[in-house]
């Protein structure tokens, strides 16, 4: 935990000194914290307002929040955009922005899409530690991109995963990913024909996709097992199809963010197949001990994730913590001070 003594000088941290100075079992702890406090009252965030470029281009979204525990202020500004995906650019390019808590002077800002690449996929590990069995570790990836690579990273630090499978759209990203995986976690991963192949059978589940329809059906979820629904994140997209939603016992990262931005749960909701007592709570909840969302080894689990900017603020004041202590990055004076 790091304490911030106000300061007029802004630090500028790109996306290399961000992985750096993020590393994945240190953002778990942070975002099993934030969740913690968020659930327990400590936090404010309104839902993101999101503006949807012309002919389909992707969105941009602004998402502010204010933290009491650890103090701290700020926003990320993020843009999606799909057409990255296969290039050298993440498709998700932004900043966050701190500012001190006493007096509103930017102290921070730095690269978005390793933040929110990493925190992510922490916040699925958090879901994963709470909610899947003990034992699981048969592992189904949907998606190949940035998400894919932050998922099993972050499966591996919290399950013994035994075995692993992917899927992806395009064969040669695909493959792709599975060279990754083996040089750079020294883990094999088993490349699939098709999402029924890669789901039937996992105890563990994450779907990472940007899939606009459901890629897991019901049908296919074994008893007992854990799904993390990461890809979708408006209410008009989901990954789940009715039936998957219906088996699970559903926990999300938080309600008002679900009720208005997760088709995963809208969808089913809108068609009648669904309540809104479908939702047994919030991840925090069950951190708190507040809910028991998994009460045996057969119940399958499904945890949510929309993303929310109390997770990018946790962790963008660690990341700011850490290179205060390390001088990393580039200090310098914004101004904002009267004669």
Known sequence: ???????????????????????????????????????????????????????????????????????????????????????????????????????????????????????????????????????????????TGVQARTHLEAMLAVRRIRRVR????????????????????????????????CVVGADLICTVTASPTPVVQGDWLSEGAHLNAVGSSIPTTRELDTRAMRRGRLVVDRLESARHEAGDFLIPLQEGALTEAHILGELGDVLLGRIVARRGPSDITIFKSLGLAVEDLAAAHHVLGKARAAQVGLETELGGLRD
């Open 166 to 197: 992917a899927f992806g759209r395009t064969q040669e990203r695909l493959l792709g990913f599975v060279r990754w995986a083996r040089e750079r976690l020294e883990q094999e991963v088993e490349a699939v024909a098709s999402p029924q192949e």
């Open 1 to 143: 935990m790091y304490t911030f003594t106000t300061s007029m000088a802004l630090r500028i941290l790109n996306q290399a000194e961000v992985t750096a100075l993020l590393p994945m079992q240190e953002c778990i702890d942070v975002m099993d914290a934030v969740l913690r406090t968020l659930s327990g009252g400590g936090a404010q965030l309104p839902l993101r307002t999101v503006l949807r470029l012309p002919a389909g281009k992707g969105y941009f979204g602004v998402m502010p929040a204010q933290l009491s525990e650890p103090s701290s202020l700020g926003l990320k500004a993020i843009g999606v955009f799909p057409g990255n995906e296969g290039t050298r650019l993440d498709s998700h390019q932004g900043l966050v922005i701190l500012v001190d808590p006493e007096n509103g002077s930017p102290i921070a800002v730095m690269d978005a899409s390793s933040i929110t690449a990493i925190r992510t996929a922490a916040v699925s590990a958090v879901a994963t530690r709470a909610l899947a069995r003990t034992d699981a570790g048969d592992l189904a990836l949907l998606g």
